[in-house]
């Protein structure tokens, strides 16, 4: 028998065609493939560089115009502007600013919430950066890595940010439980050298030098001569909480003293002498009871509701240790925030419990600190002062 020989495709027969319409379209694939990934790779770095650049621009800004609160020379928040700025990286390389990048002038609040910033206008109280990565710079256009194939290879992101230096006012609310008579080590009941335990610690006021009491009046004093150099000064009050005692207690007992969880100590004023001397009226007492963090926060918020309409509103919350009376100090937070109030927090020694305090911060947008010592809890209350003045406007 003859065998069978192998046909040999046309090529004009159908599978031919076939063959040549799928490399076609594996072609058409691949540069489809290629898109998505430049669209994919590039969109995100172009994402993640406005990201950089607002945020090197926001820092900028709030530099310049601490600034010219702290030293009042306009040269100087220019200067600090680009200092900053150029402590940031965008697309991986510093931010250079100009003089050219930085305006001085005044913001006010409109009617409506929204600001209006005008450029040399005095009195001064904002600075505004325009940040731009482009060719007509120093700074340069972002490259970008796969884009180059479809005809654009690199992108010029830009942002303006402002930054004033707003009036405010601020509560302070902080603890007064009997745990601040401890000493500084962080360890519950233990009370620092001197203390007379006769017939019991509990007795007697804090220590004048050595308590958790006398270390946090001396922060509210550094706090408060921080501010006094501030442009506007800010109306500051002061609440102190503990917890209720009352005649059935053990505290009673001993003492043949009642105290209540709130105390409102001062209202609103920018004599901040008065300030300390109502608190120095706790440090020549005993101090009673436990942490009701939520009784003095909802005497703070709405001691800043009565507050001026146009000002920015800021509570300062300050404990030793845990919450351990009254209700969920996240959720008062929660009541805060309706009422744009921001609570800064600040947690101290190592015993502290911090994970509440983060909390409450992060929910009406404020910061927490915290501080391991002395030294600390001062520096964390200068930081506040010197900061809190700064409201991004735009």
Not at 6 to 15: A, H, R
Not at 143 to 148: K, M, Q, T
Request: glycine share 6%; net charge negative.
């Amino acid at each position: 028998m003859m065998k069978s020989q192998p046909t040999l495709l046309s090529p004009l027969s159908p599978s031919a065609d076939r063959r040549g319409v799928m490399l076609i379209l594996a072609a058409a694939a691949i540069v489809l493939l290629l898109a998505v990934a430049a669209i994919s790779v590039d969109v995100s770095f172009m994402q993640l560089t406005r990201t950089e650049l607002r945020a090197a621009a926001d820092a900028a800004s709030k530099a310049g115009v601490e600034a010219l609160q702290r030293t009042q020379d306009t040269d100087e928040a220019i200067q600090a502007a680009i200092d900053i700025a150029q402590k940031n990286r965008v697309a991986g390389r510093p931010l250079k600013l100009t003089d050219e990048d930085i305006e001085i002038g005044s913001s006010r609040m409109l009617a409506d919430g929204s600001w209006e910033f005008v450029p040399d206008a005095t009195p001064y109280n904002s600075v505004r950066v325009h940040a731009e990565m482009s060719s007509n710079n120093s700074n340069g256009a972002v490259p970008l890595f796969l884009a180059g194939m479809f005809g654009r290879d690199s992108f010029t992101p830009e942002k303006t940010s402002t930054a004033a230096n707003m009036e405010q006012e601020i509560y302070l609310v902080v603890d007064r439980s009997h745990s601040m008579c401890f000493d500084l080590s962080g360890v519950d009941w233990k009370y620092p050298p001197g203390t007379k335990t006769k017939p019991n610690a509990i007795c007697y006021p804090p220590h004048p030098s050595l308590s958790r009491w006398a270390v946090l009046v001396e922060s509210v004093e550094e706090f408060l001569a921080v501010s006094e150099r501030s442009s506007p000064k800010p109306r500051v009050g002061i609440i102190t909480w503990g917890s209720d005692i009352g005649t059935s207690t053990v505290e009673y007992l001993l003492t043949h003293l009642t105290a209540s969880a709130v105390n409102l100590d001062s209202l609103f004023t920018t004599d901040f002498k008065s300030l300390l001397t109502a608190l120095s009226v706790h440090s020549n007492q005993p101090m009673l009871g436990g942490t009701n963090m939520s009784a003095g926060m909802l005497a703070g918020i709405g001691e800043l509701r009565n507050g001026r309409p146009l000002t920015q509103k800021v509570m300062i919350l300050m404990t030793d240790g845990q919450w351990n009376a009254g209700t969920d100090p996240v959720g008062v937070a929660s009541i805060a925030k309706q009422y744009g109030i921001v609570i800064h927090t600040v947690t101290f020694l190592p015993g502290a419990e911090q994970t509440t305090m983060q909390q409450v911060a992060t929910v009406t947008g404020g910061r927490h600190y915290h501080a391991d010592d002395a030294d600390q809890l001062k520096a964390a209350f200068e930081e506040l002062a010197r900061t809190l003045p700064v409201v991004l406007t735009k």
